[in-house]
């Protein structure tokens, strides 16, 4: 009894903590250029989130944001419309990431694009930005693999898996609370 009133008092704390790391002024921006960012976009709409969004942001355009959201998800598609190389979009997420832990703000990557979002080239760009989060809110169609579980568990990153889209909203708003 008394081990599990330790686990129930250590959760309760632990989502205290949780809640509290995520501040605003937010920026929302893409990783990999898919049209996820837009569904992340109107998710923060909807939950009355109020962010700052620039789909290609550069590291040196980080200014007075605390909490910077990235919405992964490649798509061959919409780098071609970017006119941006994977390559490029790789080494813009990489210094983004670093620029962004370097004064202290705090990374949220969401992947809800589900299976459609997953394969070779989205890969890379999970692979480049997922472990480097503070908090994951994964659409569980796209973490049927077990990659971002894994990446959860080897780098102890809060994570949310969610049933569908729309149910990112919820650990969206708790973040934020």
Known sequence: MKKVFISVLFIILSIGV???KFEKPILLTS????ADVQMVKALLKKGNIEAEFDKSVKAEDLKGQKTVILAIGG???????AGIK?????ARVEKLIKAAKS????????????AARRGELSDKFV?????????LIVVSEGN???VFTKISADKKIQMDEVDKVAGALDPLKKAFE
Do not use: N, R
Not at 31 to 34: A, D, K, P
């Open 18 to 20: 949780f809640a509290a």
């Open 31 to 34: 990783v990999g250029q898919s």
């Open 75 to 81: 798509s061959s598609k919409g780098l071609g419309a």
């Open 86 to 90: 994977a390559e490029d979009e790789i």
């Open 103 to 114: 004064k202290g703000m705090k990374l949220i990557g969401m992947h809800i694009g589900g």
């Open 127 to 135: 692979y480049v930005a997922a472990p480097y989060v503070d908090y």
């Open 144 to 146: 049927k693999d077990g």
